[in-house]
């Protein structure tokens, strides 16, 4: 069952970023009643908020917090859906240093709890999206803390992973995946 | 199996937002390999960001949004887990417009779609929380919606709902409401 889409150029959508393109693929779920998951807020620090008469509050003094979670959380069909999305410009291999150990503890963590974690991964030069379940993520994590490489291949992800069929509606169909995974 | 807890004035910690005492709650289950529940991080609309050099960017202008979900997500069980939290100084109802129709539309969507969704409500002069499940509150949505009390009674809640048990460690036990109601 490995790699069963063809990738589709006609769609690509150069210039819009993963997160775009996963937001407007969860309103579609959404919309079409399929599922209800969301991309989380930015953790933000708030330091200094302003309360101007007659108007919004305001902040004003904020930092970018590192996630202690993932980016999307939800439900389908029953289940706990929980993943992170990272983008790429590297050809051939996915740092591992675009994930924080807390992401990790955190995958590890929802897979004990009965949750499904993964992540989706994006080769920005190649233009091809790939689902990761978590569960390898966290076995190229560990093989880094045991001295191993600092980055998965991109073919290692085409061996455990699969590529996410792009199209039009829903634009990043990570859904298909989990169907022949998990609920077939 | 209405209200079987006795109510722990000792515990109350008068002072502790209804907010604070979640999250240590969750923290409680996610250490102790209970549950894996967090709060979602505030949402902002961000305008305006500075890019010191050599120091942190910062956020220097930015708006709350309106949420258009849910407090805490998580997973528990193997099921997917959302919920409202609301405090309310009210001593006899908890008014509705403490809620958004987005959030009653998500709680719709997440019993749709299999999940568990529920509000948890405080009401700070008795020192009572209690557990409300998304069916019923979406009930008194609409009985609103279509000409009735704009609130809901404290013995509605008393009756549908249940009080939750506050303790030292879990501080509010939401979870063996859910035992019994869904694992049971
Ligand atoms: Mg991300
Ligand atoms: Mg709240």
Not at 51 to 57: E, H, L
Not at 59 to 67: D, G, I, M, S, T
Not at 130 to 155: C, P
Request: glycine share 4%; with cysteine; proline share 4%.
């Amino acid at each position: 069952i490995h790699n069963p889409y063809i990738k589709n150029h006609t769609y690509s959508n150069r210039g819009m970023s993963l997160e775009e393109e996963l937001n407007e693929t969860n309103e579609y779920y959404s919309a079409a009643d399929i599922a209800c998951i969301h991309k989380k807020p930015t953790p933000l620090q708030i330091v200094k908020v302003d309360y101007p008469q007659r108007s919004a509050a305001v902040v004003r003094e904020a930092y970018f917090k590192q996630p202690s979670t993932t980016d999307y959380n939800g439900v389908y069909k029953g289940r706990y859906i929980d993943f992170e999305a990272k983008e790429t410009k590297n050809k051939t291999s996915f740092p591992l240093q675009n994930l924080h150990l807390h992401q990790i503890e955190h995958m590890k963590q929802i897979l004990q709890h009965g949750g499904i974690a993964f992540v989706i991964i994006k080769f920005t030069f190649h233009n091809e999206i790939y689902f990761l379940d978590a569960k390898h993520m966290i076995e190229y994590w560990e093989r880094q803390t045991n001295g191993g490489r600092k980055s998965v291949t991109k073919q290692e992800i085409e061996t455990k992973g699969y590529l996410i069929k792009c199209g039009y509606r829903p634009r990043v169909d990570y859904l298909h995946v989990l169907d022949t995974l998990y609920f077939s």
